[in-house]
């Protein structure tokens, strides 16, 4: 079954697979790379790994302009659900659900969670994605932790990393993160938005090569991966 990952840059990411689109992270309105707007992207689902607006986004519009249900943890479709949306699935940590086009469970994520507000986001998270046969593994804005080989124990087809550093994970841990997941490809992502989180993907995709087994796939926003 064929599943396409597309990056629009930074952390998101749209996932698609017999005609059902997810979309994690739907950071365009104020991106400077993003390579469309947010009224031309479609949605089935959204993913919101934490509060902070270049992740949260243009969750609210996009949910409303297509009807997708978001899928956050429970603080944060709280609060969505003030912002007037209905059609929500809150989650916690370590927890799942399944659903038609597959089965999705919210991961740990070192990182913060206030939302734009400044009220209570909750914890962040990760996003582990079981669709059309493939394990996708979104790290979504995290540093590194070893429970990531307890991750990489469900065969991971694809990792999405940040490597930006600064509020992430950077590159050298990045790479430590891929010798625990042990993906059979892995995505960097997070990365070159903002000058503070200025990289180099090619030297980074270099490296996991030379020490790894993994194959890095580099992608410009809006280009797409066929899995």
Request: aromatic content about 8%; some cysteine; hydrophobic content about 40%.
């Amino acid at each position: 079954m064929s599943v396409t990952v597309t990056w629009y840059s930074h952390a998101c990411i749209l996932i698609e697979s017999e005609g059902t689109h997810l979309l994690v992270d739907p950071f365009f309105t104020g991106n400077p790379l993003a390579p469309v707007d947010a009224d031309k992207v479609s949605a089935d689902v959204i993913f919101v790994s934490h509060g902070h607006g270049d992740h949260l986004g243009d969750t609210v519009a996009i949910a409303k302009r297509t009807g997708a249900t978001v899928i956050s943890n429970f603080e944060i479709c709280n609060w969505l659900a003030a912002q007037g949306l209905t059609k929500l699935h809150p989650h916690h940590i370590g927890g799942g659900s399944n659903h038609p086009w597959g089965r999705v469970k919210l991961t740990i994520a070192h990182h913060g969670s206030a939302l734009p507000d400044g009220s209570y986001g909750g914890n962040p998270c990760g996003f582990l994605f079981s669709i059309g046969g493939s394990k996708i593994y979104h790290a979504c804005d995290t540093g590194l932790f070893y429970d990531m080989v307890l991750i990489g124990e469900e065969g991971i087809d694809l990792a999405i990393l940040p490597i930006g550093d600064n509020f992430t994970m950077g590159p050298d841990d990045a790479l430590r993160a891929v010798k625990l997941l042990k993906p059979s490809k892995v995505l960097p992502i997070h990365y070159d938005t903002f000058d503070i989180i200025q990289q180099d993907p090619a030297a980074w995709k270099e490296r996991v090569e030379k020490e790894t087994s993994t194959h890095v796939v580099l992608l410009k926003p809006g280009e797409t991966l066929i899995l």
